[in-house]
C-alpha cells in the first residue's frame, strides 16, 4: 500500500538560540513582578522574615499533628498511690529480698530492712558517714540474706540479715593508714551467695582489676545458728526469772529503749541452714543492741578468701602496637602460648623492633597515600566489667568441673565451677575455673570465645544451662552449656546495638510437646532483647527452632520515650516495669508490648533520676515501690536532703483492675534444664514398661489370632516350592573316559543328556 509524505516538513524541535526573547511586558502575568526589588539591605529583611514565616508555619503544623495523633491515640490508665511511707523519704536505692519478704533500703548513714506485708521497719543497721547508694541482696539460706552495699565513698560492705536483724561482715576495700584508697564500682555475688565479684580501681595510678571471693555460706549460717539458739536460750532463762518475781509491780521501761511496734514483736520461727528446721528463734525486731551491756555485739564470722585477680586485656589500639618486650628469642618463645586453645593474642613473638620496621617499610613504600589513611582514635580504657557465676557445663574443659557438681539434681545446690568475664569494647568472652587456686594478676583463661563485634550485653538463665551474648553489631548469640552446643544466631537489625538481655521464666512460654518420653529433656523459653533505640524484641530460644526476633515495641523517635529500665516483675514474667527517660512509669504486657497502666507520683512530686530511677517491687509482684523527690523543695531550700525532700511511695499492684487477669492466672513451676542421671533413665523406662503390661493381654491374644493364618501361608508357600521342585526338568552329567583330557584341552567335549 502507498505511503504519501508531505515535503518540506521539519520534525525536529526548534534549537535553543531560535527561541524568542521574554517579552517585556511579561511582568504583568506575574504578580510577584508587579512590585520592584527592594534594595539592600531590605532585601535581605525580607527574605530572613520570609524564611523566619516559613519555619514557623512548620512547626506550627508539627505541633498541631502530634496533638491530633496524641488525641486518637489510647492511653492507659494511670493509678495513683495508695500509701506513703513517711519514715522511708531519704530512700538512695531500694533492693527486694528473692522470696518477696522484704526490701532493703539504703539511706543516708545505715541500712533499712522493710516489711513488705505490713510495711514497718524490722531491723536498721548504722554507721556515721556512709551513704549507701547501691544494695543487692541474695538469698543464702532459710530466710536469711546476703546483703551487698556501696557507698557513694566507693566501700563496699557485706552484711548478713538473718533472725531480724543486721550482721555485719566485712569490708573488702577497707582503708588502712599509709595504704592506697582503692574504690570499688561494682559488687555482685553467685544466685545463692558462693561467691562474690568486686571490680577494684586504683584513683592514683588509674589501674581497675576484677577480684572473685568465696564465700563462706556454710560457715555463716552454722555460727548465725549457735548465735541464735544461745539467744534463745537466754531469753527462756530471762522469762523464767520474770515469771518468779511479784505481778503487781512493773519493771521500769529504759529511757534509751524504743518500744517495739505489736506486729514487730510477734514470735518468727527462722530455719538458717538448708533442710534445717530444728531452730525456733524469737527475737526483737527493732532493737539492734544485746540486752546485756547494751552495746553491738557482732558474731565473729569466717573470714573470705581471694580465688583468683583478673587484669582487663589491652584493647586493640594496644595490641597492634605493644609487641613481646622479651630481650631474645628463646625467651619471647617461651612466653607466647602453645596453640592447643585459642587465646586474646596477648602473647606472640612480635617484638616491638619488628613492628617498627615493618612500619617503615609500610609508610616508604606507600608515602604517597599516607596522608589519606584515617587517623586512629584514642581507645577508652576498659573500665566496666561484666560477668557471670557459672556451674558445670560441657563447654568446660575436661578436669575444670566436679563431677557430683555436674550429676546434681537440685539446681539450688550445685555450685558455680566457671566464672564467665567481659569487659566493655572487648570482643572475647573469656572464662576461668573457680576450681583453681591463682595467687598472681597472671591468669590465663581456661576458654577463650573471640568475636568479630565488642560484647555489649549479655544474659545467663536462673539455671545458668542457657548463656545469650549480645553484640554491637546487632547479632545475638546463645549457647546451651548444658549440652555444650549453640543454639543459634540471630541478627536484630543493622547498625543496632543490644543494649540488654534478659531471659524469662519459661511458664509463659509455650512448650515443645514432642520431647523424648518418659521424661522431659528439653526446655523452651524466651528472651527479651533491648536495643539502643529503644525497640524491645522477644525469641524463642528452645532447641530446634529457628530464632526469629518478634517486635513488641518499635524503635522510638522521641530521646524521652527512650527505655531506661525494663525489668521483668518477680512471680510474674508475663508483666514488665519500664521506666523511660521522660519519667513515666509503666506496666506492659511482655509478649505483647502494650501498656497495661501507669503508675503515677502526685503532683507534688516526680520520679527520682529517671535515667537511674529508685524501683523496686516486693511480695512476688505484688507491691510496687516508686522514689520520688519533690518539685520545689530543691529551689526553697537549696537541695539538701531531707524528709521533706521525697518519699517512697507503695502501690499494691492487685488492686489496679487493669492487671486482674494477670493476678489470678495460674503459673506451675518449669525447669529449664532435667538432670537425668542414668539410674533415673532406667526407672524411667521401667516405669513406662510396666504402665504398658495392661496393653500385653490385648496384643498376645491377637498375635495367637494372626498365628493360624500365617502357618497356613507357610504350608501353602511349602507346598508350592515341592511341586515346583518336581516339575523341574533332571540333567544328568557322565564321566569324561579319556583322564588326560581336561576342561579347557583340545578334543574336550562334556557328554551329557537331558
Known sequence: MPVYIRKNVNFTPPSIDNFPLEDDEDYITDPDQLLDRLPQPYRMIDKVLSQWYDEVWQIIEKRENERLEESRRIRAPQYECSAQMESQGRACCVCDSVDGRYIFIGQPRGLSAVDVQTQEKVASWEEESVDIHYVKAYLIGVQVYLVVTIDDMGFARLLIFGGDKFYFVKILNEFQEGGTKLIISKCEASRNGDYLGAMFENPETAEVWLEVYKLPRDAWLNELESVLTKKEEKSEEDQGTDTQAPTDQEAPTPQNEVEPPPAATQSRKHSLSRGSSRLSVYTNTTNYEESTGGEKHTPKLSPTSVVMKLKPPPSMSELRQKGN??????????????????????????????????????????????????????????????????????????????????????????????????????????????????????????????????????????????????????????????????????????????????????????????????????????????????????????????????????????????????????????????????????????????????????????????????????????????????????????????????????????????????????????????????????????????????????????????????????????????????????????????????????????????
Request: with cysteine.
Open 325 to 754: 618486650p622479651a630481650s631474645s628469642i628463646h625467651s619471647a618463645c617461651q612466653k607466647v602460648d602453645s596453640g592447643e586453645v585459642i587465646g586474646t593474642g596477648v602473647n606472640h613473638i612480635l617484638t616491638p623492633n619488628h613492628k617498627d620496621m615493618r612500619k617503615e617499610v609500610f609508610a616508604h613504600l606507600h608515602d604517597n597515600l599516607m596522608e589519606y589513611l584515617p587517623k586512629e582514635e584514642e581507645a577508652e580504657p576498659l573500665e566496666d566489667v561484666n560477668f557471670h557465676f557459672m556451674t558445670a557445663g560441657r563447654l568446660v574443659p575436661t578436669g575444670l568441673e566436679q563431677q557430683s557438681q555436674i550429676e546434681e539434681e537440685d539446681d539450688m545446690k550445685r555450685l558455680p565451677t566457671t566464672i564467665a568475664v567481659w569487659w566493655k569494647g572487648s570482643t572475647h568472652v573469656v572464662h576461668y575455673s573457680l576450681l583453681k587456686q591463682h595467687k598472681d594478676f597472671d591468669v590465663k583463661p581456661d576458654l577463650v570465645w573471640p568475636y568479630l563485634s565488642p560484647v555489649t550485653s549479655s544474659a545467663i538463665s536462673d539455671d545458668t544451662s542457657l548463656l545469650a551474648v549480645g553484640f554491637e553489631n546487632g547479632n545475638i548469640i546463645i549457647w546451651d552449656r548444658y549440652l555444650g552446643i549453640q543454639r543459634g544466631i540471630v541478627n536484630i537489625m543493622d547498625r543496632v546495638k543490644i543494649v540488654q538481655l534478659t531471659f524469662l521464666d519459661p511458664n509463659i512460654c509455650p512448650q515443645n510437646l514432642d520431647d523424648y518420653q518418659p521424661y522431659r529433656t528439653k526446655t523452651s523459653t524466651y528472651l527479651l532483647a533491648l536495643c539502643d533505640n529503644g525497640a524491645l524484641y522477644i525469641m524463642m530460644s528452645g532447641p530446634g527452632l529457628e530464632l526469629d526476633p518478634i517486635c513488641i515495641t518499635p524503635p522510638v523517635e522521641s530521646e524521652d520515650d527512650i527505655f531506661t529500665m525494663v525489668q521483668p516483675i518477680p512471680g510474674m514474667h508475663d508483666l514488665l516495669i519500664t521506666v523511660l527517660k521522660s519519667g513515666k512509669v509503666q506496666i506492659r504486657d511482655t509478649l505483647q508490648g502494650t501498656v497495661l497502666c501507669e503508675p503515677v507520683l502526685p503532683k507534688s512530686h516526680e520520679l527520682m533520676t529517671p535515667w537511674d530511677p529508685v524501683v523496686a517491687v516486693g511480695a512476688m509482684g505484688q507491691v510496687l515501690f516508686l522514689k520520688g523527690n519533690n518539685k520545689d523543695y530543691g529551689e526553697e531550700e537549696g537541695g539538701d536532703q531531707s524528709e521533706s525532700a521525697g518519699a517512697l511511695f507503695m502501690y499494691q499492684m492487685k488492686l489496679f483492675p487493669t492487671l486482674d487477669s494477670y493476678m489470678s492466672r495460674r503459673r506451675d513451676k518449669v525447669s529449664q534444664t532435667v538432670h537425668a542421671k542414668i539410674e533415673n533413665r532406667i526407672e524411667a523406662l521401667m516405669k513406662e514398661r510396666i504402665a504398658q503390661q495392661g496393653l500385653r493381654k490385648h496384643r498376645m491374644q491377637e498375635r495367637w489370632g494372626n498365628m493360624k493364618e500365617e502357618i497356613w501361608s507357610i504350608l501353602q508357600y511349602k507346598d508350592m516350592a515341592e511341586k515346583k521342585a518336581d516339575n523341574r526338568p533332571e540333567i544328568h552329567y557322565k564321566r569324561v573316559r579319556n583322564l588326560s583330557q581336561t576342561p579347557g584341552s583340545m578334543g574336550w567335549t562334556p557328554f551329557f543328556r537331558n
